[in-house]
C-alpha cells in the first residue's frame, strides 16, 4: 500500500515561488497516474495538474498553465510540482494523489484517485 507525504508549502508573496514535493513509499510502477489537487474551505478539491508516471504525458488545469510544473523524480520515489508566479488565487491546501492508470491517458479528477497525502498549506499574499 502506497502511502504519500506533502512538503514545501509555504507563505508567499504574489509573484514567488514555491516547490512542493510529494514523497512516496511503496512501488509506484510506470503505470501510475500522480496528480497535484488543491482546496480551498467549502470549495470542491480542484485538481491543478497530473502526470502518468511512465509515459511522462502531463496535463494542467487553465488556472495554472504556464506557471506551474509537475515532475517525477523515480530515483527518490517523490513527486515535484514547482509554482512560479504565484496569485493570491493559488492559496488553497495541496494534496499529491496516486493511482494506477486505467483510462488511456491520465486525469486530474479527484473520483479517481484512493490514495491521498495529508495536504500542504500553500498561502501567497498581495
Known amino acids: 500500500q502506497v502511502q504519500l507525504v506533502e512538503s514545501g508549502g509555504g507563505s508567499v508573496q504574489a509573484g514567488g515561488t514555491l516547490r512542493l514535493s510529494c514523497g512516496a513509499s511503496g512501488y509506484i510502477s510506470r503505470n501510475y497516474c500522480m496528480a497535484w489537487f488543491r482546496q480551498v474551505p467549502g470549495k470542491e478539491r480542484e485538481g491543478v495538474a497530473v502526470?502518468?508516471?511512465?509515459?511522462?504525458?502531463?496535463d494542467y488545469s487553465d488556472s495554472v498553465k504556464g506557471r506551474f510544473t509537475i515532475s517525477p523524480d523515480s530515483a527518490r520515489n517523490t513527486l515535484y510540482l514547482q509554482m512560479n508566479d504565484l496569485k493570491p488565487e493559488d492559496t488553497a491546501m495541496y494534496y499529491c494523489?496516486?493511482?494506477?492508470?486505467?483510462?488511456?491517458?491520465?486525469?486530474?479528477?479527484?473520483?479517481?484517485?484512493?490514495?491521498w497525502g495529508q495536504g500542504t498549506q500553500v498561502t501567497v499574499s498581495s
Open positions: 502526470i502518468w508516471i511512465g509515459g511522462g504525458v502531463t
Open positions: 494523489a496516486v493511482s494506477r492508470k486505467y483510462d488511456t491517458t491520465c486525469y486530474a479528477i479527484e473520483s479517481k484517485y484512493k490514495t
